[in-house]
């Protein structure tokens, strides 16, 4: 085998953040700062041995395929000798996850910044994710980071390029490369947990009509399988349905800022039953229903209230999870239903422990993000067909389901306010004044509120017990209002601040109320809390949802 061994340097900004490394396209593209990162991840697992399957592909964006065929030769040459890709170098995320689970992988590579706009000016990222299917523990990405800080050396095999668009299978060498139909796999494992038939039957009805917006991004092709040659819905459903590399100039992040066509539609004149949209590498996903947005909080509760109807969760559920920020909603039935309800820092890696436990069933986070037990990431197109599930078994529009859910559970109001790429120092600033605040603060009054408790977010995993800290500060209310806030770990430029409101109405007279006017007097409290304006310079956040 003819393996070269390339000298290089340390990056030093090669440290994973929420989600694997995410850098501008122009940063990946640098010599050897793809290798570099590859390298490391092959030098913390374990030798592979014969039998282990190693999965690479990605979301499609610009620099993907260059991206897949390097990985390969460095996974050839580092010992892999069974490597899966998936058709044209695509798969999304949560078929990743699926297909580790299926093919008993020891690992799998995605290219993807999630819902990051793509192309030569966009950004690009690398995940790995480990057997479970879910991804890297924190312990592994900061042992790929040190490794980085230190790397002197990658490996990489001399050979052609693969063909990736041709189904079927390659050797090379040792090694044998099979290029597989994640679209297929993925729609199969889906009719397992869904009741298709009954979905089959709300479409064939005439009488109800969806859109879905693929954002140009990876889910085009899943949701072309799934909505409209397994279910049978119209051929004018699916929106923006091939993926391309720039994402067709958009920004592929399914909220009502990004996917603003969508939401004008499902809030116009004639507007069909029923909406969703999907990001960048399918793992999150937007329902909204005629005239209404259904909060991905929201969702959750809807969701852990109505899952024991589904086929492939008659057994009800072991419990549920929500990331800190997330709203209360799933709490309450969680309450209701006599099951532990986990609270865990953002990013989805945290539910892979509880998930494995069978000490939840479900789980999701305020940022477009459910999934469930079937596999350990979110699940953009899942979602989508649990609503449509639910919608065709109770026989009922969106609205009226969050109507009759709101009736018996309360209302949590809530919204998420983003300050984007503003100043890192500022940012750092405005949390440290924040966090300076913590100890005086509790018993205070603003206007109605009174504040019960804040801290610095701070998470022991049951399961292993690890701690993970300052996750974010939360600010506790009296009457079970919150303000959350926090840094993101997923920009490429300056920081973003996310400040997550949420107020609990009760009553059943005020649940139709405008979403950022009832939440006015909280807003107005983080901006005292925090002096947002001072920090950032910016008078009003970026991105509202
Ligand atoms: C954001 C979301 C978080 C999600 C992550 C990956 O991370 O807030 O819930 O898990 O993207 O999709 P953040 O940028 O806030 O660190
Ligand atoms: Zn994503």
Redesign the pocket.
Known sequence: MNIRYIATHPFSDQKP???GLRKKVRIFQQPHYLENFVQCIFDTLPEPAQEDILIIGGDGRYHNRQAIQTILKMAVANGFRHILIGWHGLISTPAMSAQIRKYRALCGIILSA??NPGGPDGDFGVKFNMANGGPAPEKLTHAVYEATCAIQEYRLLECDDIDLDTLGEIQINEARIEIIDTVTNYADFMEHLFDFDAIRALFKSGRFHMLFDAMHAVTGPYAKELLQRRLGAAADTLLNAIPEEDFGGGHPDPNLVHAHKLVERLFGANAPDFGAASDGDG??NMILGRHLFVTPSDSLAVMAANIHHLPGYRSGLAGVAR?MPTSQAVDRVAEALGVECYETP???KFFGNLLDAHKITLCG???F?NGSDHIREKDGLWAVLFWLNLIALRHQPVRKIMHEHWRRFGRHYYSRHDYEEVDSAAAESLMTHLRDQLENLPGRRFGDYQLRSCDDFCYTDPIDNSISEHQGLRFLFEDGSRIVF?L????TRGA?L?VYLERYEPDPEKHELDTQKTLNPLIQIAENLARIQHFTARENPSVIT
């Open positions: 953040g929420t989600s999630s819902h793992d999150r990331s953002t990013g989805w986070e305020e940022s993000g926090r993101s770990g997923t920009g973003t996310r």
